[in-house]
């Protein structure tokens, strides 16, 4: 079992505030994470702290993300939304190397602060046909990574947030861009990592806080469906 949190980050002399938890876990040789605004909240599914669920199939190339109605409780009288999904493809292989492709479906809707847990349960799910109502749904793809001759690796452009955090983002097969069009420029979600195990998060609307972090442990997770 893994945990995962989420920090603030405040700047040089100021603390960082803990935002969110995740806890990591298999079942049946799938990946479940549960995720709430502290450890109390991923003990017990039906504290007010806890936010929801992210859930794989056994591959890890398709990710849903749940809210408070857990897809494993069965007291819960109350229907389960599901506030997005995230597809992984196999990985793309080249004559230069390898990279990721993702991709991810929100619904449309209003912004939701990741600490208010009221308004998570107020907003619409995806609807069961999401994959081609597209006029209720966002759809965010991955950038194409460039491929670096020097490094010898495909690497994606962090170079808008070089004087953010002060930290340098690492090449790694975890780093993601997602963009609201295959071909867009601006970045609605990125993660790049900056230790052995630490990475640093950006999001934008319309996603949520919430959806955002879920997103972001779907490229975390570790899969069969990806060769790198």
């Known amino acids: 079992m893994s945990v995962y949190s989420l920090y603030t980050n405040e700047g040089p002399g100021r603390q960082d505030r803990k935002l969110a938890v995740a ?5 049946n040789g799938r990946s479940e994470f549960i995720v709430a605004q502290n450890e109390k909240g991923i003990v017990c599914s039906s504290d007010e ?14 990710y849903h993300i749940w809210d408070q109605g857990s897809p494993h409780d069965l007291i819960r009288k109350q229907p389960k939304r599901l506030l997005g999904a995230v ?3 196999p990985t793309i292989k080249t004559l230069t190397g390898s990279y990721r492709s ?3 479906w929100i619904p449309k809707q209003k912004s939701m ?17 999401w994959e081609e109502r597209i006029s209720k ?5 991955s950038k194409v990574p460039h491929y670096n ?3 010898k690796r495909y690497e994606l452009d962090f170079r808008e947030r070089a004087g953010k955090s002060g930290q340098r983002i690492q090449t790694s097969v975890k780093n993601f861009q997602l963009i ?5 420029r601006q970045t609605m979600l990125q993660l790049g990592r900056v230790g052995k195990s630490k990475y640093v998060m950006d999001f934008r609307f319309p996603l949520t806080g919430y959806q955002a972090f879920c997103i972001c442990l779907t490229s975390i997770d570790s899969k069969l469906c990806c060769s790198v």
């Open 180 to 184: 609201m069009e295959e071909n867009g």
């Open 102 to 104: 993702m991709r991810a």
């Open 23 to 27: 806890r990591h876990r298999r079942r």
């Open 49 to 62: 702290c806890f936010l929801g669920a992210l859930t794989a199939n056994l591959m890890g190339s398709r």
């Open 113 to 129: 602060q990741l600490k208010n847990t009221s308004q998570i349960k107020h907003i619409s799910g995806l609807p069961e046909d």
């Open 87 to 89: 597809a992984f493809v």
């Open 149 to 151: 001759s020097v490094s």
């Open 137 to 141: 749904t966002h759809r965010l793809f």
